[in-house]
């Protein structure tokens, strides 16, 4: 029996799966063009430019799935839900940021598994950032 040398067979992460920072990008900024004209969620966001905001997501979506780790070196532990607990998220804001983020997610033409993957995370996120009964 042959032994397969350590290392030999890596497995791709998601992040390279689904082709890498520019895909992240894409659908980072996709979303934040929605949130630009929303006015629920728009004033959630106190910078005059999104540029920021936008980074940062991008980023962190990059480590969470399996991409270079500058979130966390730039900002530390990503600690999502004290971030938020300034703002009020309740059921209507966390349906206009999925609405969004589904125009984001179906525009990157992913297959349907990785599209499936990424949208169960997403879902998750945002029902975990609700801090505000309706």
């Given amino acids: 029996m042959n032994e397969i040398p350590r ?14 920072e520019p895909t992240f990008r894409r659908l980072v900024h996709r979303f934040y063009q929605g949130v630009a004209e929303d006015p629920l969620l728009r004033p959630m966001y106190p910078e005059e430019d999104l540029g920021p ?5 991008v980023l ?31 059921q209507a804001a966390h349906d206009a940021w999925l609405k969004h983020m589904r125009v984001a997610v179906e525009e ?13 995370y997403l ?6 950032m609700i801090n505000t009964a309706d």
Wanted: aromatic share 14%; hydrophobic share 30%; glycine share 12%.
């Fill in 123 to 128: 879902s998750f996120a945002a029902g975990s």
């Fill in 53 to 57: 905001a936008e980074e940062r997501l």
């Fill in 60 to 90: 962190f979506l990059i480590q969470y799935w399996g991409g270079p780790r500058t979130y966390s070196e730039r900002r530390g532990h990503p600690r999502l839900r004290m971030r938020h607990a300034p703002f009020t998220v309740d």
């Fill in 108 to 120: 990157l033409g992913l297959s349907p598994e990785h599209e499936q993957q990424l949208w169960h």
């Fill in 7 to 20: 290392g030999t067979l890596q497995e791709q992460t998601f992040f390279e799966q689904v082709g890498g």
